[in-house]
Nanobody, 122 residues
Framework: QVQLVESGGGLVQAGGSLRLSCAAS????????MGWYRQAPGKQRELVAA???????EYTGSVKGRFTITRDNAKNTVWLQMNSLNPEDTAVYYC????????????????WGQGTQVTVSS
């Protein structure tokens, strides 16, 4: 089993910054892609940013230039630095780990974290 533990959410004023972190633990050999999704009330969950184990990144258009995703493969940890936050960024942010190879040799498609609330006040 793999657990994803997120931290770093909270309440911030518009224009402020937050840094989210997500650490994966368990019998892990490698994780192909790690990313952050978010879900605002009444909306579908959407990809915010993702990073491969080789360092390739992708971002949804609304966060480009404001958010930065990084990861440490050795620690199975991913971070999301969020700057210039605005109220439209308010959502529950979920960590995702994709294509996990376990020490047993088995492969899991994905795991989700429990979510962390980010609230940006105007």
């Amino acid at each position: 089993q793999v657990q994803l533990v997120e931290s770093g959410g909270g309440l911030v004023q518009a224009g402020g910054s937050l840094r989210l972190s997500c650490a994966a633990s368990g019998n892990i050999v490698s994780i192909n892609r790690m990313g952050w999704y978010r879900q605002a009330p009444g909306k579908q969950r959407e990809l915010v940013a993702a990073i491969s184990n080789g360092g390739s990144t992708e971002y949804t258009g609304s966060v480009k230039g404001r958010f930065t995703i990084t990861r440490d493969n050795a620690k199975n940890t991913v971070w999301l630095q969020m700057n210039s936050l605005n109220p439209e960024d308010t959502a529950v942010y979920y960590c995702n780990a994709n294509h996990i190879v376990h020490s047993s040799g088995s492969i899991a498609a994905y795991y989700w974290g429990q979510g962390t609330q980010v609230t940006v006040s105007s």
